[in-house]
C-alpha cells in the first residue's frame, strides 16, 4: 500500500474510516486541553477533521501529515484562512522528521499493515519530546478479512507500546459513535524518559 493506493481511495470515494467530523473521543480529549502551544501532530491525518477541530478549539502549532494528496487538498479548501497554526505535509509517516508534544492517533495505525507496527510504535516515540503523549483510538477487534483496516486487542497494544510508554489509559471508548461502539479502545500514553 503506498501513496498511490490511498489516493485513489480517496478519488473512488472508499472512505469508510471517514466520519465527516472529528471522532468524538478524540474532541473530548482535546476539549479538556488547556495549553493551547502544544505542538502536535496527527499522521495520516484523511481530511482533517480533528485537525479543524484543535483550530476552532485556539490550538497554535498543528501538523497534518498524509501520503494523499487529496485529503490535505479537502482539508485545505475547507478553512478559509489557517494562519501560521497549520501545516499540511505531504510525505511518508516513517520519513517525517519533527519533535511534538501530542500525536493523535485516529485510523492512521489501523491502515498499516501489522508488520509495521513495531516500527510504528518506535516512530511515534521519537518523534515526541520528553513526557510527550500518543493519544487517541484503536480498534478492538480481530481481522474477519484482508486489511485495511487492521484489527487488535488491547493486550497486543500493551505490549507493542509497553517499551517506550507509560501506559496511562487503554480501555474500551464510552463514547464511541455508534457504529463504532465496543471497537474502538481509547488510548493515553505518556513517552517514557
Not at 501532530?41 to 476552532?56: D, H, Q, R, T
Amino acid at each position: 500500500m503506498d501513496s498511490s493506493f490511498w489516493e485513489n481511495r480517496y478519488k473512488e470515494g472508499s472512505t469508510g474510516w471517514d466520519i465527516g467530523k472529528a471522532s468524538r473521543p478524540i474532541e473530548e480529549y482535546i476539549k479538556q486541553i488547556h495549553k493551547k502551544n502544544l505542538n502536535i501532530l496527527i499522521p495520516g491525518a484523511g481530511n482533517g477533521y480533528e485537525a479543524e477541530a484543535l483550530l476552532k478549539m485556539g490550538f497554535e502549532s498543528i501538523t497534518v501529515l498524509d501520503w494523499a494528496e487529496s485529503p490535505l487538498k479537502n482539508l485545505k479548501d475547507r478553512l478559509s484562512s489557517t494562519g501560521n497554526n497549520l501545516r499540511l505535509l505531504h510525505e511518508n509517516f516513517f520519513d517525517h522528521q519533527g519533535s511534538y508534544d501530542l500525536i493523535l492517533e485516529q485510523t492512521f495505525f489501523c491502515a498499516l499493515d501489522p508488520s509495521l507496527r513495531k516500527d510504528y510504535a518506535q516512530k511515534v516515540a521519537s518523534l515526541l519530546k520528553p513526557e510527550g503523549k500518543l493519544v487517541g483510538l484503536l480498534f478492538h477487534f480481530q481481522n474477519e478479512k484482508q486489511g485495511p483496516p487492521f484489527g487488535g486487542n488491547p493486550a497486543e497494544y500493551q505490549f507493542l507500546f509497553n517499551q517506550d510508554f507509560k501506559i496511562k489509559t487503554l480501555e474500551m471508548a464510552y463514547n464511541s459513535i455508534p457504529p463504532r461502539m465496543g471497537k474502538e479502545v481509547f488510548i493515553n500514553f505518556e513517552k517514557k524518559d
